[in-house]
Nanobody, 113 residues
Framework: QVQLVESGGGWVQAGGSLRLSCTASGLIFSITTMGWYRQAPGNQRELVARITGGGSTIYVDSVKGRFTISRDNAKNTVYLQMNSLKPEDTAVYYC???????WGQGTQVTVSS
């Protein structure tokens, strides 16, 4: 059974930074595409960033240049470094793995103006 445990969310002022972590178990992490999604109240869950086992990445346009996804295969952990945060980044952030139908418990990120 796959388990995903997220951490690192919190409250920050606009312009600040946070780093999210997601540790996975129950899958072959090193070859699995991992991703971060987010869901704001009243909105659908949306892709933030994905990273393949080989390290290729994609980002939603709204976070390009501000967020960085990375992974440590030795620790079965994927990270999301979030810089220059904006109030519109406020959401619950979820870690997932391809095919992105199962998720961790989510971690709240709140950015105040």
């Amino acid at each position: 059974q796959v388990q995903l445990v997220e951490s690192g969310g919190g409250w920050v002022q606009a312009g600040g930074s946070l780093r999210l972590s997601c540790t996975a178990s129950g899958l072959i992490f090193s070859i699995t595409t991992m991703g971060w999604y987010r869901q704001a109240p009243g909105n659908q869950r949306e892709l933030v960033a994905r990273i393949t086992g080989g390290g290729s990445t994609i980002y939603v346009d709204s976070v390009k240049g501000r967020f960085t996804i990375s992974r440590d295969n030795a620790k079965n952990t994927v990270y999301l470094q979030m810089n220059s945060l904006k109030p519109e980044d406020t959401a619950v952030y979820y870690c997932g793995y391809r095919p992105f139908v199962s998720w961790g418990q989510g971690t709240q990120v709140t950015v105040s103006s």
